[in-house]
């Protein structure tokens, strides 16, 4: 790893103020659990580390009824998976933090630089976008609100700028009638998924789909949603049958990049069995939560 | 240019100068000598380097250790009770829980941090907590049950 000068702000403002100061020269480290590698292979080598990991500013998780979640983004996974508040409002986010890498890195890790690092296998955005979120990203002149679906800009590429710290994590109150799970494929426990699926219904009066959203992670270069396939579900009575046509038509919306785990064509195929399985968990829960 | 590291380590208080892209591991091991805990893939893909830092089991490979200033690690040297074994340190022993060694202290770890946060777990609940830990001997069947038996054992001792 190359040397660099260690600046550890106290405040979002510092931390604005310096990032203003040094833009290009400098990269922002929270958890670290992917940057550090990236700074030991020598992929960067930045003349500035912003040290936001301790930015107490930051660290929260809040809720109400008619705003919804916000989550500061130096909020580790481990505080996320064992919030009450979570479980009890968005528990398809503890059911995904619970399985996001290991104990070791979820107790380091956060939530907001998971995002940034934006690797298209990362476990958080999927989920996130089949629950409509968004993102605050602020620069020293103020904060902009952006969604998840366009955070991404290309393999582990955002639309932070340079000057810019993502702040929060926003998500909508998750309106009635509605179920969502995310199931992902890997190997062992503890791996980074090779695909995964988030999958949201929300049910009107007579059980019918009146909304559905599919987020999709590792089939493209950045997080997806198959939009396709989801205004197939929207107005209709979900079946198995539609599931399946869906979920083919879901798998059709991806452009995965081929890796040394699988092929772009596995991933293609697997997506499909998952966008499948996450549909019919998610219909059981919209299904029990509308009765 | 070297920065000044404020670091409780096994209740020893630390003040080191450090270079700031030096790691948790590195401190540790290089600066010092507290070998117990093993650098192997130093990529936090094995768990092997595990510490406690207030309380929380981290890949000390992949924490900067500026990063701990002001917080309190635990590492396998600090867990016994001077000569005495931690509990789960003899459970490993008496159960074989181990080969070449390399993993056990961040095995260790790892199951200290489970029961100390939960200390009656399922057996499913801890092959989940030691799921980023890889023992590249043999199996993990008897660190399971080796962590199984010292939680039942602390139990009884709480009673």
Same mark, same amino acid.
């Given at each position: 790893m190359r040397d660099f000068e260690y600046i550890a702000p106290k405040t979002v403002k510092e931390t604005l103020d310096v990032l203003d100061e040094y833009q290009e020269?400098?990269?922002?480290?929270?958890?670290?659990?992917?940057?550090?590698?990236?700074l030991k292979q020598g992929l960067m080598a930045p003349e500035y580390i912003i040290d936001i990991k301790n930015l107490e500013e930051l660290n929260y998780i809040k809720f109400d009824e008619k705003d919804g979640l916000k989550i500061g983004a130096t909020t580790t996974h481990r505080s996320v998976e064992f919030s009450d508040t979570i479980k009890e409002h968005y528990n398809v986010l503890s059911e995904m933090e619970r399985h996001l890498a290991t104990v070791q890195i979820r107790n380091w890790g956060t939530i907001g630089g998971n995002l940034c690092i934006a690797d298209p296998t990362?476990?958080?955005?999927?989920?996130?976008?089949a629950m409509d979120a968004t993102v605050i990203i602020a620069n020293k002149d103020g904060e902009r609100e952006v969604t998840v679906l366009d955070f991404g800009v290309d393999y582990y590429e955002t639309v932070v700028g340079p000057n810019e710290l993502l702040t929060e994590i926003r998500v909508p109150v998750i309106p009635s009638n509605t179920g969502i799970a995310y199931l992902k494929y890997r190997i062992v426990e503890?791996?980074?998924?090779?695909?995964?699926?988030?999958?949201?219904?929300?049910?009107?009066?007579?059980?019918?789909?009146?909304?559905?959203?599919?987020?999709?992670?590792?089939?493209?270069?950045?997080?997806i949603r198959a939009?396709?396939?989801?205004?197939?579900?929207?107005g209709e009575k979900i079946t198995d049958t539609l599931i399946e046509e869906a979920a083919k038509v879901a798998s059709e919306e991806t452009t995965p990049i081929p890796d040394i785990v699988a092929s772009a064509e596995y991933k293609k195929r697997v997506i499909g069995v998952y966008v499948k399985r996450a549909a019919k968990l998610a219909l059981t829960r919209a299904e029990k939560a509308a009765n | 240019?070297?920065?000044?590291?404020?670091?409780?380590?096994?209740?020893?208080?630390?003040?080191?100068?450090?270079?700031?892209k030096t790691t948790l591991v590195e401190v540790l091991r290089n600066e010092l000598n507290l070998t117990g805990?093993?650098?192997?893939?130093?990529?936090?893909?094995?768990?092997?380097?595990?510490?406690?830092?207030d309380g929380k089991v981290v890949n000390s490979c992949s924490v900067l250790a500026l990063q701990v200033d002001g917080k309190e690690v635990t590492t396998i040297e600090g867990i016994a009770d001077g000569a005495k074994l931690h509990p789960?340190? %003899?459970?490993?022993? $008496?159960?074989? !829980?181990?080969?070449?060694?390399y993993c056990t202290p961040g095995m260790i770890i790892a199951g200290k941090a489970l029961l100390d946060e939960n200390p009656n777990?399922?057996? %499913?609940?801890?092959? $989940?907590?030691? !799921?980023?830990?890889?023992?590249?001997?043999?199996?993990?069947?008897?660190?399971?049950?080796?962590?199984?038996?010292?939680?039942?054992k602390l139990q009884e001792e709480a009673k």
């Open positions: 020269d400098c990269k922002i480290i929270a958890g670290g659990q992917s940057l550090l590698n990236i990362g476990d958080v955005a999927p989920p996130l976008l503890g791996d980074a998924p090779i695909v995964g699926a988030a999958v949201a219904f929300t049910l009107n009066e007579k059980g019918a789909c009146k909304k559905a959203r599919i987020g999709m992670g590792g089939v493209a270069p950045i997080p939009e396709k396939a989801e205004k197939m579900f929207e | 240019m070297k920065k000044i590291l404020n670091v409780t380590i096994n209740g020893t208080p630390y003040e080191i100068a450090i270079k700031p805990t093993k650098r192997s893939c130093n990529a936090g893909g094995c768990s092997s380097c595990s510490v406690l830092v789960l340190q %003899q459970a490993f022993l $008496e159960h074989g !829980a181990y080969q070449c060694g777990p399922t057996k %499913q609940e801890v092959k $989940e907590a030691i !799921a980023g830990n890889l023992c590249r001997c043999t199996g993990y069947v008897r660190i399971v049950d080796a962590i199984l038996a010292t939680a039942k």
